[in-house]
Structure formats: C-alpha cells, structure tokens
C-alpha cells in the first residue's frame, strides 16, 4: 500500500476520536468537516484564506465552515483596522475552550500509542514524521 493511504488512515482515526471526544465533552454541534478550520495551528488570528491554504480547501468552502462555527459561538470574525475588507476570525471563549478539550485528547492518543508502540518506538516515529513535516517534502 502507497504511503499516503496509509498516513491518511491514522490521520483520519484521529480526527474520528477527536470529534467523538469534543462531542462528549459538551461541543455537541462539531463535527469532522470543522477539523479543517481547528487542526493545528487552530483558526485564532488567522484570515480565512490562511485558513483555506491550510485546509486545502476552498475561500467559499472554508467561509461556510466559519459561519457555522460563528452560529454555533466557536468563533468570531472582525475587520482588520485599515485593510479595507481584510476579515480575521477569532476564537470566542467557546472556541478556546474546545481547543482545550482537543490537546487533552490529543495528548491520551499520543499517551495510548505510546504505551502500545513502547516509548522508544513511538519517539522515533514522532520524530521522524516531525522531520517529515518540517522538510520539503511536507511542501
């Protein structure tokens, strides 16, 4: 199997178990397509452009997904002083919170594969996806 599919397999596991956890914490309304504005760095202070180059997704596919996370009080988006129509969108306390609750459960993922890994296992494999990631490669 190429490696992309079986990156993808993971990466989407995550985000399943990510969803899940938000929703049982209280953030009822999330769901999977919002990981594409709240994946990692997260939406805060970010343009919806810079939100859309992130996500691989469109402006009009992206501002959809921002006003329902502003319906929902996850976010808001305000004018950038002196950038005519420039938007920047803000997480609400809400937001923040929800940010929260993900690390926590990001953090019991890394936790459970470490123990299934083993700890020198899982630093490799940490380490070398960060070389992945930090490299051209990623580009």
């Known amino acids: 199997m190429l490696i992309g599919a ?8 995550i985000q399943r178990r990510l ?16 990981m594409a504005v709240l994946q990692f760095p997260g939406p805060d202070g970010a343009r919806p452009g810079t939100i859309a180059e992130r996500a691989g997704m469109s402006k009009q596919a992206i501002n959809q997904l921002l006003r329902s996370l502003e319906s ?3 976010i808001v988006r305000s004018d950038v002083p002196g950038e005519g129509s420039a938007r920047i969108v803000r997480l609400t306390e809400r937001g923040h919170a929800a940010f929260s609750e993900m690390v926590d459960i990001l953090r ?4 459970e594969w470490r123990a299934e890994l083993g ?13 992945v990631w930090d490299s051209p490669l990623a580009r």
């Open 6 to 13: 079986l990156l993808r397999v993971p990466a989407q596991a």
């Open 19 to 34: 969803i899940k956890g938000l929703n049982a914490a209280g953030f009822d309304e999330l769901r999977l397509p919002h």
């Open 72 to 74: 929902f009080g996850y």
């Open 108 to 111: 019991d993922i890394e936790d």
């Open 119 to 131: 700890p020198e296992r899982f630093t490799q494999l940490k380490g070398l996806l960060f070389v």
